[in-house]
Nanobody, 114 residues
Framework: VQLQASGGGLVQAGGSLRLSCRAN????????MAWYRQIPGEQRELVAH???????YYKDSVKGRFTISRDIRQNTVYLQMNDLNPEDTAVYYC?????????WGQGTQVTVSS
């Protein structure tokens, strides 16, 4: 299984970014997929996850600003991030779980300048 994350970068406060996570050998359509983030020196934290279109979770601080979605044909999960603020600066990681086994993608840096 490989999870290939991309889309990070530098953006000004109030701007937007879209992260992508392309999965190989793991179907995004019927497994738990998530985005986590980590600030240096702190624990990795869950930002959003989805199991199906009917079951989606968001961390409180990103509700209304971030949207997790998936493209089944591309087998890709996205995290649309709007109205970014400096507190969103972190390395973002794609995560997948299948039959109790966890998979992580490489991180992608998101930096929001004030």
């Amino acid at each position: 299984v490989q999870l290939q994350a991309s889309g990070g970068g530098l953006v000004q406060a109030g701007g937007s970014l879209r992260l992508s996570c392309r999965a190989n050998n793991l179907r995004v359509s019927n497994n738990l997929m998530a985005w986590y983030r980590q600030i240096p020196g702190e624990q990795r934290e869950l930002v959003a996850h989805m199991i199906s279109s009917q079951y989606i979770y968001y961390k409180d601080s990103v509700k209304g600003r971030f949207t997790i979605s998936r493209d089944i044909r591309q087998n890709t999960v996205y995290l649309q991030m709007n109205d970014l603020n400096p507190e969103d600066t972190a390395v973002y990681y794609c995560y997948g779980k299948r039959a109790g086994v966890e998979y992580w993608g490489q991180g992608t840096q998101v930096t929001v300048s004030s």
